[in-house]
């Protein structure tokens, strides 16, 4: 009887290792939701390059977890993103979710990571609000709140006074004219037209013309990442730039993606933004060398340094939990992170988990025979009140 008893107490310790071995050694699941298709595929094949860049540069285990990526195509429609994001946090059993090219298919997403209590990182959408409707988003791109405040600021003090807004009308298009009307008319400036454009197929000519008409100092511009270049075309087209009109806005006008196809009709555009491929680092130049050979010579923007950041966050949190985080220690592990990233300093705010950083003005210049947005000045940690 002692011998068997001492044999079943051996063949108990032995399983309880193998479990616990068998729960480090089991992969660390990140579901991306990306828009791959559709119109902002951009979007998407930024990100998840950026993503593989990371991981390329800091391997793929963290803290004795094998980290395994399983990438869905959302095509930017939010039903689609929270049926995925569903289907990955059940069946999938992902560890954390990461991606959301577009306010709304983040926030379709944010009642599947609260139920589920699966850490959700935002690696693209914008609008101020959406990490605050699931306590477990954390975001790592931007918000207007930090492009459209900061442009205002450098509007008046640059006696740019009569302003034209021109926004995308959802969350951030709306973020941003509001944000950017408050502070340039409490600087003493005055926006004598708002303009909102539809999300789907937009043509800009019309609204144009309405901004030529109005005869102010400049337009201010908000629209996703994308539509930036027929914008450009048709701003210099209706001869805006002639009659002396400046375009000025959030920095995804002059997305480093797609900047060179725009020609000289974007030199000189002034714009505010979280991130430029021109950054003046050593970890950028080195983050904008690896990104071009990895991926044919191509310029990563705004939304791949958001990718990038994304998995350090991620990868740091597994660390700090030894890899044993899920849920809300992961979220918890998240939060006061604070690094060097190819866009600069940031940090994640422990009570909002939102981002804080520098937002730079930058102007469009030639340089070397292609176009950049230089960086001209700068507000150091912007950070959302979280409204």
Not at 147 to 164: L, Y
Not at 302 to 326: C, N, P, R, S
């Amino acid at each position: 009887m002692k011998k068997r008893s001492l044999l079943s107490l051996l063949a108990c310790s032995v399983l309880g290792l193998v479990g616990s071995a068998n729960a480090q050694d089991e992969s660390f699941k990140i579901g991306l939701i990306l828009p791959m298709t559709g119109p902002f595929a951009s979007t998407g094949k930024q990100i998840e390059a950026a993503v593989k860049l990371y991981m390329a540069h800091a391997g793929s285990t963290v803290a004795g977890r094998k980290v395994e990526l399983i990438l869905k195509d959302d095509g930017g429609v939010p039903d689609a993103t929270k049926r995925l994001a569903s289907e990955l946090v059940t069946s999938g059993r992902v560890n954390v979710l990461a991606g959301f090219g577009l306010t709304p298919s983040a926030l379709s997403a944010a009642s599947v990571a609260t139920q589920s209590q699966t850490p959700a990182v935002i690696m693209a959408a914008a609008t101020s609000s959406a990490v605050a409707t699931s306590p477990f988003f954390v975001r790592t791109s931007y918000t207007l709140y930090q492009s459209a405040s900061t442009m205002a600021q450098w509007a008046a003090k640059n006696k740019i006074s009569k302003v034209v807004t021109l926004v995308s009308d959802y969350g951030p298009g709306l973020d941003a004219e509001k944000i950017f009307s408050e502070r340039l008319q409490a600087s003493g400036g005055k926006v004598v037209e708002t303009l909102r454009v539809p999300m789907r197929n937009p043509d800009f000519a019309p609204f144009l013309q309405r901004v030529r008409d109005s005869a102010p100092d400049a337009v201010f511009v908000f629209v996703p990442s994308g539509p930036g270049a027929a914008l450009m075309k048709q701003f210099t087209e209706r001869g805006l730039d002639k009659a002396g009109i400046r375009l000025i806005g959030d920095g995804g006008i002059t997305d480093d993606d797609q900047l060179n196809d725009m020609g000289d009709a974007a030199t000189g555009v002034v714009t505010s933004f979280h991130y430029s491929a021109a950054h003046d680092s050593a970890l950028n130049r080195k983050f904008v060398a690896d990104f071009g050979a990895a991926n044919k010579g191509q310029r990563p923007n705004f939304m791949a340094v958001g990718g990038y950041d994304g998995m350090a966050v991620i990868y740091a949190a597994l660390e700090k939990t030894k890899g044993q985080g899920k849920g809300q220690a992961l979220v918890d592990a998240m939060k006061g992170l604070s690094f060097e990233s190819p866009r600069g300093p940031i940090s994640i705010d422990a009570q909002t988990r939102d981002i804080l950083q520098d937002i730079y003005i930058r102007k469009v210049e030639r340089r070397e025979g292609q176009l950049y947005n230089i960086e001209i000045d700068k507000v150091a940690g912007v950070k959302d009140p979280g409204k």
